[in-house]
């Protein structure tokens, strides 16, 4: 039986302005026009909010919400969105790290590795289903490579970094020379399509939730792209 979930995008990321500096433009930069040297820049890996997105989580905005769970992306912009909308809410929600409910894997900003100081930050986040994988555990920074849905194109990636430590800067940077080299092969679209899809298998929560997202997440699901902290009803 479907239900209706309130999805929201996370607020602006230091990822969002970047691009529009680099693009000098006023509005969000599509994802064709993206300038590259942001986009693989090690400096917007993770990328948390800017003081404007942070200005941006009103806790008013989803006050009336009737939850008891926040479902949130384990990427940094996502985590400090969900906490700073949700922390204080009325209900006193718990909150559930789902990593399937992830950005498309498509830039240095997708690439989470804060996780370890998003642990350290916000210990009171049920962090389970990532730290149940053993090399997560032994490496949370390097979760993103740990759930690619294409097992394939993860050994592939694994095969060309095999030489950096694993987790390293290092590495790091050669995760993201890879992705400049093979843009949308990390992750392809039609992979993307599966992974939103087999993320509704991890949201069955009987009691009412909220899921913090990301914009190609939330597209995925509804044909429709939203703004920066906004919120869209999804049939899950």
Known sequence: ????????????????????????????????EEDQDVKYSSKYCDAPLTKFGREQCDPTKFEDLRIETVVVSPLKRAVETAVLLFQNHPNKPKFVVEPYIREMFLSGCDFGIRLQETINEYPFINYDRLLANPI???????????????????????????????????CVEKVLEYMKQH????????????????????????????????????????????????????NI
């Open 1 to 32: 039986m479907e239900k209706k979930v309130v999805f929201i995008r996370h607020a602006e990321s230091e990822y969002n302005l970047a691009q529009r500096i680099a693009k000098n433009s006023v509005t969000e930069v599509k994802l064709e």
């Open 136 to 170: 997560i555990k032994q490496h949370p920074n390097m979760w993103s490579l740990e759930f690619i849905y294409n097992q394939n194109s993860a050994n592939i990636l694994k095969q060309y970094i095999k030489d950096t430590e694993y987790g390293s800067q290092a």
């Open 183 to 234: 843009p949308i092969q990390v992750e392809t679209f039609e992979e993307n399509t599966k992974r939103v899809e087999e993320c509704k298998k991890h949201l069955q929560f009987d009691e009412p939730f909220v899921c913090v997202s990301h914009s190609r997440t939330i597209h995925t699901l509804t044909g429709k792209f939203i703004h920066n902290c906004t919120g869209i009803e999804v």
